[in-house]
């Protein structure tokens, strides 16, 4: 068998194995999405939906669940997002220690690792006891913050370096001021990392748990506003998911939660989606 047969049948199977890794991993998907909805699908109802739970009607309703899950990722997000662009900005941009700027990413790298039961265990120390915010949605989201810092710094640092340096040097030449190049240039031409670093945080948020136990508690109370939900505990659908399926063998509501939170992160992902088209095209 000559060099070239031998080479193109190696290339042949290389080819036949990405193929076939691409359709499995489609086709796991697939299964898993397919299983949950099958499952969850027929115990989503109105009730559940549109309700809290009530140990006197014996009743099951995710309504504050998913009202906590929302403040959760509205509060983390509004909070994380411009320190990790900003952490971003400055370690690409400004950054004139490359020894500091390591020691910062490498940080950040080891933050990315940690498992979220530390991070549950000092969010609880931290903003539950000492500085006093007690078990509530803002001890919760704080303790998302730190969570997700890792995962928007990178994305957005590793965004800005792809964009040229010429750019950079245009708009400089130009006479334009290092900020002003950042701002106009620079950061709209990276925002689909900026974008994905968002989207991979919403998808932390939505399916964090054990840390959210430690910080954020389980109740599932209504506030009356927005500001008073941040004062007081409550549960979110995944901290709901968890319950349900372990301390109270209910799988059918878990299945459904499930498939509720899958549906949320989609609709998330698309409205995150449509805001970096409508930045791209302003």
């Known amino acids: 068998m000559s060099h070239a047969i031998r080479r193109k049948l190696k290339g042949n199977i290389l080819k036949g194995l990405v193929y076939f890794c691409a359709i499995f991993t489609v086709l796991l998907l697939i299964a898993l999405l397919g299983y949950i909805f099958v499952r969850g699908i027929p115990n989503i109802t109105w009730q559940l939906l549109s309700t809290k739970p009530s140990a006197i009607r014996d009743t099951i309703g995710i309504l504050p669940n998913i009202l906590n899950t929302l403040y959760m990722i509205l509060l983390t997000l509004l909070i994380a997002l411009p320190l990790g662009v900003g952490a971003a900005v400055y370690l ?6 490359r020894v500091f700027a390591r020691i910062i990413e490498f940080t950040t790298e080891t933050l990315s690792g940690i498992p979220s039961i530390i991070y549950g265990l000092v969010g609880m120390l931290v903003f539950v006891k000492v500085l006093g915010f007690g078990t509530s949605l803002l001890s919760g989201s704080l303790t998302l913050v730190i969570m997700i810092l890792p995962t928007i710094i990178r994305t957005t640092q590793e965004s800005l370096k792809t964009v040229p340096a010429s750019y950079r040097e245009g708009a400089l030449g130009l006479g334009a001021t290092k900020w002003h190049m950042i701002r106009t240039i620079v950061l709209p031409s990276s925002i689909s990392g900026i974008v994905t670093g968002c989207i ?15 910080t954020a508690g ?31 063998a209910e799988f059918g509501v878990a299945f459904a939660i499930a498939a509720i939170l899958l549906v949320m992160v989609f609709i998330l992902n698309c409205l995150a989606k449509l805001a970096e088209k409508k930045l791209k095209r302003d």
């Open 200 to 214: 991979l945080s919403v998808g932390r948020i939505v399916g964090e748990s054990a840390a959210l136990l430690f």
């Open 218 to 248: 389980s109740a599932t109370v209504i506030a009356d506003n927005i500001l008073e939900a941040y004062t007081r505990g409550g549960g979110t659908l995944s901290v709901a998911l968890y319950i349900y399926a372990s301390e109270r």
């Open 92 to 97: 690409t941009e400004y950054a004139k220690n």
